[in-house]
Nanobody
Framework: QVQLVESGGGLVQPGGSLRLSCAASRNIFSIYTMGWYRQAPGKQRELVATINSSGRANSADSVKGRVTISRENGKNMVYLQINSLKPEDTAVYYC???????????WGKGTLVTVSS
């Protein structure tokens, strides 16, 4: 069992930046791909960025160049830095852990990011 707890969301003006944090209950980074997803009102949940157990990061085309996913192994933390925020970035952001082998995904409860002036 893995618990994921997100933090760092809030209200930010367009053009601003935020760093979201995800705390994992145990060290799983060697066997899980960690990711950030988001769900805007009335829309499906979508992938934002992932970082695999080798540390390779990927991001969705919609946010490429504006987001950086990183992790801190010793603290079981995953981060999502989002720059140049736009109103369309408004969403609940979820942390995800996807096992490299068979098994279930884990999700956090999400943190709300609102981009508005």
């Amino acid at each position: 069992q893995v618990q994921l707890v997100e933090s760092g969301g809030g209200l930010v003006q367009p053009g601003g930046s935020l760093r979201l944090s995800c705390a994992a209950s145990r060290n799983i980074f060697s066997i899980y791909t960690m990711g950030w997803y988001r769900q805007a009102p009335g829309k499906q949940r979508e992938l934002v960025a992932t970082i695999n157990s080798s540390g390779r990061a990927n991001s969705a085309d919609s946010v490429k160049g504006r987001v950086t996913i990183s992790r801190e192994n010793g603290k079981n933390m995953v981060y999502l830095q989002i720059n140049s925020l736009k109103p369309e970035d408004t969403a609940v952001y979820y942390c995800n852990a996807k096992p490299n082998a068979d098994g279930m995904d884990y999700w956090g409860k999400g943190t709300l990011v609102t981009v508005s002036s």
